[in-house]
């Protein structure tokens, strides 16, 4: 199966030209972002095309009618021809009924505009803990999911040892993957790379092989990646001088190339 790298462009700094100039550099073949302001449309539609880079658009439905929010992004977003749609969808609060007829009138949706939906597991929205989302995948089968794990983990305090069933409900329905590592206290470690984390990213990767394997044996041929590591107030920082403790362009980098090569040596 082929790992296809995106590149987040939340937390860098510069203008639009010189992010994108750097992402096609680095050697990612894609961009996860918002919809561009108005103002940034023309440029937003001209870089992707000039380097020649896919694009994962990103919607955040609001209330007090999250459906039309919905509706409305999704409808904007197909403009720009994107690869998939990373949605944060609905609100935590809401009732198990309000889901189930929300992600149902979703999938209503994204078979009208065919285009790729994944509803991401994120801390606020209705996916933001294992058992619920269990429970909404099962009523409705239909829709798919961006997978964050890291903030199952930062909710349940854990690497999720005793969720396993419910992790295993999400690995088929996965569209795309948020590859950053979280812990029992949070959603990001300090340093993906650090040897007092070792036993998060053996969590992490595990949990996305098994999501490549599910995904091998449903036939597809192709699944996204992005690394997405993100800034202060993710990325810790030092007291008094908000010093971030790592490079965030260097974790981001670090651990679509570790997934990647892993995957590729297994």
Not at 5 to 22: N, P, V, Y
Not at 129 to 157: G, I, M, Q, R
Not at 244 to 249: E, Q
């Amino acid at each position: 199966m082929e790992i296809k790298l995106i590149k987040a462009l939340w937390g860098m700094d510069g203008t639009l030209e010189s992010q994108f100039e750097r992402i096609a550099a680095a050697g990612y073949e894609g961009i996860e972002a918002p919809l561009p302001t108005p103002a940034d449309e023309d440029l937003f539609r001209k870089l992707l095309e000039t380097f020649q880079m896919d694009y994962v658009a990103m919607v955040f439905t609001n209330g007090p009618d999250h459906l039309a929010s919905f509706r409305e992004q999704v409808e904007r977003a197909v403009t720009f021809r994107p690869i998939s749609i990373t949605s944060h969808s609905g609100k935590d609060s809401m009732p198990f009924e309000q889901q189930v007829a929300f992600y149902r009138e979703a999938v209503a949706i994204e078979k009208q505009w065919g285009i790729a939906i994944g509803h991401e597991t994120h801390r606020g929205r209705t996916l933001f803990n294992p058992w619920d989302a269990a429970k909404v995948l099962d009523a409705v089968p239909e829709f798919n999911l961006t997978v964050d794990y890291s903030h199952w983990c930062c909710v349940c305090e854990s690497t999720l040892e005793d969720q396993e069933e419910n992790l295993t409900k999400t690995f088929s329905r996965v569209q795309h993957i948020h590859g950053r590592v979280g812990y029992a206290e949070g959603p990001q470690v300090p340093d993906p790379r650090a040897p007092e984390y070792a036993h998060e990213l053996q969590r992490h990767m595990g949990w996305w092989d098994s999501i490549i394997e599910e995904q091998k044996r449903s036939g597809r041929t192709m699944i996204t990646f992005t690394p997405e590591f993100g800034p202060p107030g993710y990325l810790h920082t030092l007291p008094y001088t908000n010093q971030p403790v790592a490079d965030l362009w260097d974790i981001c980098l670090w651990m679509g190339k570790h997934f990647k090569g892993h995957y590729n040596a297994v």
